[in-house]
């Protein structure tokens, strides 16, 4: 008797699954050549036992992996076992189920590679999201020499792993041998039934004990390495499990605390964040600008240490406006910053508050701007529709929306529309002739030139001086802000307006030595008005983009009841700031980063020195209390949000 003479649903699976995890390791190993440079946080005399603890840990979550998906072929063909079919044209079905099955799990793996050097995490559900970008999504992929590469993995690799299937089919899957098929021997199907099943559930646990977790992988102090361990289809299988997953506590004592941490005491409100905030300056009505830099990480700018020079507008405006220099990015996406910064709400990470489902009112820049007669423009280099701007925003308060629709086709360089400095450029002509009719504007511009693909212009009056394509395009991005705010000089609006510069979020930039970047969340805030606030000056407490609200609000003088967990910045100072990355929220002060992971898991770092240390079992008090401070608000805010307490708010 020779192993393809046993059963089929036993041979076939297991043929099936080492041909998997073959396929799962090599993939590891390509994932590492298109990653190489992360393995510099490595020490040289640690580089072997790492890369060999990777692979061990890694064939663990492969085999659950690789389980999971082999579970439907074995089923199909205890089935034609049990009831005795064995016709080709069920094991063709067979084949094709398996082909489809492990196809996607290469097309998840194929995905993870660009997708891991964009946020420096493993692949999760909040991939989907860009789904919802329709045409510019699917323009981002071919236009993004990075992204075509990793299709180019996709098809080869599911071609190369399909000849394999039928490989195993032709072998395994044919009706001649049936030796141990015949009724007589049930008790041997019976037996080896039950020993897949019980091979299976290990293999989904890929543990004697409990099941292999997330944070199973969190086990050296180099963040690469342990990423490098997980499977890109075991964590997007998680993700989609923790997807709904909000209830950090019970929801009395978030909000409890909330109100404890922000010195709240109102009680004739229906929103428990809602307060009375008294200013004397009502009859003030500045225009109010507020620009969005896409992916403008903190650790782009001279201020902060960066020897390039990259960014020399920015740093000047931080010498000469307020300057907020410990900001953080409540998300890792446009669509938290836009959210959390016009409504002062934070998100988790991986929520899309602005989508289609979303029906609540929020006060926010949008609500009180219009009531105080403004009128409220949105611009975007990009389609309209595009992460539901229109929609939402619309329905939200703003007047119009000026988006690619709007500009002659020729301007558009890439799937992002037109360049930075067009809308900008526009803007001005629009503010013109908004402040020709006497009205008050509240202008929002979304810039998206520092991000992939890239395509620098041409034929303006700047010359890069970098070398590489990401410096490029952070130095045009700089130099557009610069231009825009020396042509607004010259208009008559300018000196009676706030300028607002904040990043949407960070991106991978330098070193970056935690699982959670700080240079994804750490962004520049700067509040420019030299007429209006003449006297520069740098302000060192934490803060976050829904902080932005109520300290513009502060400088304008507007009494207002604010409804949101968001403080003035130059009034009030937080202890320490959250933030968050898809499944892992932050928390940070002086002296430490608390991480914490959905999945599993806390860590405490002394981050100024780049420690990767964990101090979580050190100092179990620190850890704790910035842990109460993010969590409690976080979840405050989403109650808010799930029971509708957002709107405009009165004292009963």
Known sequence: MTFKHLPKYFTYPASLYVAAVSLMALLRVIFILMTAGKLSEVPGNEMASCLSWAFFMGWRYDTVAATYLTIIPFLMLVVAQLLRFHRPWYFSLVTVVSIVLFSSAILCASVDIPYFKYYDARVSVTIFQWLDGGITTFKVMFEEPSYLFSGVIFLVASFLFALVILKLKKTFLVPEYAVYEEPRKIWIHAGTILLMLALLFHGVKANFKSPVRIIDAMKTRYSYINQLALNPVF???????????????????????????????????????????????ENFRPNIVLIFMESQSSVNMSHFGNKDNITPELDSLARRGVFFDNIYSIGTHTHNAIFSTMWAYPTLSRVRHMCANNTNKYTGFPGLTRNMGYRNLFFVTHDKGFDNIFDFILGNDFDTIISRENYPDSLSVNAFGVPDHVIFNRSISVFNKTHEKGQKFFGVLLTNSNHMPYCLPKDIPFAPRSKTIDNEMVEYADWAIGDFLRKAQKQPWFDSTIFILVGDHGQIRYKNVYDMPLSYNHV?????????????????????????????????????????????????????????????????????????????????????????????????????????????????SQLNIKYNRTASDTCR
């Open 524 to 636: 520049p805030l700067i509040i420019y008005a030299p007429k209006l606030l003449p006297e520069a000056k740098i302000v060192h407490g934490y803060g976050g983009q829904c902080d932005i609200f109520p300290t513009v609000m502060g400088i304008i003088g507007k009494s207002y009841v604010n409804n949101t967990p968001g403080v003035d910045l130059l009034r009030e100072k937080r202890p320490c700031m959250f933030f968050t990355s898809d499944y892992k929220i932050g928390c940070i002060n002086d002296d430490y980063f608390y991480v914490f992971r959905e999945s599993g898991g806390e860590s405490l770092y002394k981050y100024r020195d780049n420690d990767t240390r964990d101090y979580r079992n050190e100092l179990p008090g620190v850890a704790d209390s910035l842990k109460l401070y993010a969590l409690s608000i976080i979840q405050a």
């Open 235 to 281: 964590t997007l299988t998680k993700s989609y499990l923790m997807n709904k997953k909000m209830d950090f506590m019970p929801g009395d004592a978030a909000t409890a605390n909330t109100r404890r941490f922000m010195g709240i005491t109102d009680t004739c409100f229906a929103s428990p964040l809602s307060r009375n905030v008294v200013r004397t300056r």
